[in-house]
Nanobody, 117 residues
């Protein structure tokens, strides 16, 4: 079991920035991927960004060039720096952790990001 707790969400104007944080605890050994997904009302959950333990990152097309994912393995933390926010970025953002060895997937409870126009 991996417990994930997100923080940093809130209300921001279009063009502004937010930094999300995710703290992992519990059975954290062996986490291979950490990332962020988001889900807007009446839409499917989509990948925002994902990062390996080695620091290789992948981004969803809609956020490339605007968002940056990073992680601190020693602190068991992952971050999402969101710049140039748009109203369409409004969603609940979920932290995610995956272990390849047992194919386990863990999710945080989400943090709301609202971008006003």
């Amino acid at each position: 079991q991996v417990q994930l707790v997100e923080s940093g969400g809130g209300l921001v104007q279009a063009g502004g920035s937010l930094r999300l944080s995710c703290a992992a605890s519990g059975s954290i050994f062996g986490i291979d991927f950490m990332g962020w997904y988001r889900q807007a009302p009446r839409k499917q959950r989509e990948l925002v960004a994902q990062i390996t333990s080695g620091g290789l990152a992948n981004y969803g097309d809609s956020v490339k060039g605007r968002f940056t994912i990073s992680r601190d393995n020693a602190k068991n933390m992952v971050y999402l720096q969101m710049n140039s926010l748009k109203p369409e970025d409004t969603a609940v953002y979920y932290c995610n952790a995956q272990k390849i060895r047992d194919w386990s997937v863990s999710w945080g409870q989400g943090t709301q990001v609202t971008v006003s126009s």
